[in-house]
């Protein structure tokens, strides 16, 4: 399988610095996810903001409560810009997700750009066509309802 690449886009009514704030904070990471991916962080981040080279790991259970654990790591950070985090150790042979915020008419546009490649070649390419694909764009769905919640709807 090539690597995979998704975006979107979401405008948020409040200022970046708002914005920014909340998604520099990796406790609010459970927030934006299904409760049915079974996050669970292994290290108390309340009042931590990110930093590049921090890492961050938790369990997830995505699929059948089979729990696994994800590593992340903060790669890059533009304050108020941008931020990347990648994949160090979890489920995906590649994972890379840029979080973008352009202050734009008095609130934020937001853009995700993700990368990521499903391990274990043809068959798991027929997994991403059976499962991940779609599951991949649940948790970013919920995602955006679950700002909506937080911060309103443009």
Do not use: C
């Not at 790991?57 to 089979?66: F, H, V």
Request: charged share 20%.
């Amino acid at each position: 399988m090539q690597i995979k690449r998704k975006e979107w886009q979401q405008f948020i009514p409040k200022p970046v610095e708002e914005i920014w704030d909340f998604f520099s904070r990796p406790e609010n990471l459970k927030k934006l996810t299904p409760a049915k991916v079974g996050i669970t962080m292994l290290v108390d981040l309340t009042g931590k903001e990110m930093y590049p080279g921090m890492l961050i790991p938790y369990y997830i259970s995505p699929l059948l409560g089979i729990r696994m654990k994800w590593l992340t790591e903060i790669t890059h950070i533009e304050h108020l810009h941008y931020f990347v985090d990648q994949q160090r150790e979890g489920p995906y042979a590649f994972w890379h997700h840029q979080h973008n915020f352009v202050a734009q008419n008095g609130g934020t546009l937001m853009t995700d750009i993700l990368h990521y490649k499903v391990p274990y070649g043809p068959i798991g390419t027929l997994a991403d066509w059976i499962l991940v694909d779609k599951m991949v764009d649940d948790i970013f769905g919920f995602r955006k309802a679950a700002i909506e919640q937080y911060f309103g709807k443009s």
